[in-house]
Structures are given as structure tokens and as C-alpha cells.
T-cell receptor
């Protein structure tokens, strides 16, 4: 069974600074997709960034970027130039290419301080 | 274009009662998944439906059931409610084709069992 582990329950960062969230996963599959979702107090899960396992290039979406290390099964998220609106829970998630379910980590709470 | 809509947003039920939660996917999306998110944890997969057929089931008891209608909307039913069923129930829809675009989530239904 696939597992996703987020080892940092909570992170705080000053506005405009950078924070990196860790995520490791376990799978025997070779083809899969990885995601970072943001969940603000409004509760809705919002897709932040995605990575296809077959792509070596790390994904980037504006201030958000990932460091994907396939051999190490690591998928960290870097938030640059943090903004107050980035305050939320962040979840790392995994799905097999032929699968039908997302497996989530336990989440990391990010607090951006003014 | 409307996103994923869930109803109701909140409800309170008594132990032993039955509950029905509803979800309307994004127009054109044929796949609907249900997730349970207990407070302080990541979401757990319950069901996936595609074209009205069950495509996957998580590790949940038979008290949990679901169905998908011809218009691709879906219902999640939970019988004989327990206190431990108190959670945020999230619905996600996915279009056909590119899995890598991930799932789009609704804002969820907050169920409290007393």
C-alpha cells in the first residue's frame, strides 16, 4: 500500500521569506503523479502544483516550486516570497498512473507572519 | 462555470441515524470521488465512481455506500451513524483523460454526530 508522510506538523515563516515543506512517499510503482494541495480555513482543497513521475524537470507554478527526487521518494514544496494568503494547511498527495484514489499525507500547517 | 458543489454545508445528526450527502461535479466531468477528513488529519479515500459504476472503494465499513446518477452527480450514504463518523466529507470530480491535472474538490460537508 502506498503511504505519504509529512514530517512537519507546523511551519511558520515571515512574510516575503521562503519556506520548504517536506514530503516522502512509499510505492513500488514506477508511473505515478504527485500533488501539493492547499486547504485554507474555507476548507476547499486547492491544487497548488503537480508533478509527473516520468518527468525529471521539477515543476514550478509562480512562487511555488518542487524538488522531486524519485530515487529518494521525496517531493518537497518551496514557497517563495511568502504572502499572508499562503497561510493554510498543505497536503502532499500521490496517485498511481493507473490508480483511482489519492493518498494524502497528514498535512503541514503553514503560518505566514506579517 | 460552476465548480464542484456539495450539499449541505453543515449538518448535525444523532448516533444511529442515517445521512445522505450530495455532490455535483464540474460540468463534463464523469468521475466523482468521496473522501473523509477527520479533524487534524489528511483526507481518506472512501469511493470513486465513473460513468455510474464503482471503480474503487477504500477501507470503510459497509455502512458507507454511494451511487452516481445519469447526470454524474453523486450521493454518499452513511447508515447507523457513530460518533467517529464526525468529519468533513469532501467530494472531488475529475475529467476524463489527463489524470495529471488532478482532482477538483468541493468545499465539503461538515458532519457532526452527537
Amino acid at each position: 500500500a502506498q503511504t505519504v508522510t509529512q514530517s512537519q506538523p507546523e511551519m511558520s515563516v515571515q512574510e516575503a521569506e521562503t519556506v520548504t515543506l517536506s514530503c516522502t512517499y512509499d510505492t513500488s510503482e514506477n508511473n505515478y503523479y504527485l500533488f501539493w494541495y492547499k486547504q485554507p480555513p474555507s476548507r476547499q482543497m486547492i491544487l497548488v502544483i503537480r508533478q509527473e513521475a516520468y518527468k525529471q524537470q521539477n515543476a514550478t507554478e509562480n512562487r511555488f516550486s518542487v524538488n522531486f527526487q524519485k530515487a529518494a521518494k521525496s517531493f518537497s514544496l518551496k514557497i517563495s516570497d511568502s504572502q499572508l494568503g499562503d497561510t493554510a494547511m498543505y497536503f502532499c498527495a500521490f496517485v498511481e498512473a493507473a490508480g483511482n484514489k489519492l493518498t494524502f499525507g497528514g498535512g503541514t500547517r503553514v503560518l505566514v507572519k506579517p | 462555470d460552476a465548480g464542484v458543489t456539495q450539499s449541505p454545508t453543515h449538518l448535525i445528526k444523532t448516533r444511529g441515524q442515517h445521512v445522505t450527502l450530495r455532490c455535483s461535479p464540474i460540468s463534463g466531468h464523469k468521475s466523482v470521488s468521496w473522501y473523509q477528513q477527520v479533524l487534524g488529519q489528511g483526507p481518506q479515500f472512501i469511493f470513486q465512481y465513473y460513468e455510474k459504476e464503482e471503480r474503487g472503494r477504500g477501507n470503510f465499513p459497509d455502512r458507507f455506500s454511494a451511487r452516481q446518477f445519469p447526470n454524474y452527480s453523486s450521493e454518499l450514504n452513511v447508515n447507523a451513524l457513530l460518533l467517529g463518523d464526525s468529519a468533513l466529507y469532501l467530494c472531488a470530480s475529475q475529467g476524463s483523460g489527463v489524470l495529471s491535472y488532478g482532482y477538483t474538490f468541493g468545499s465539503g460537508t461538515r458532519l457532526t454526530v452527537v
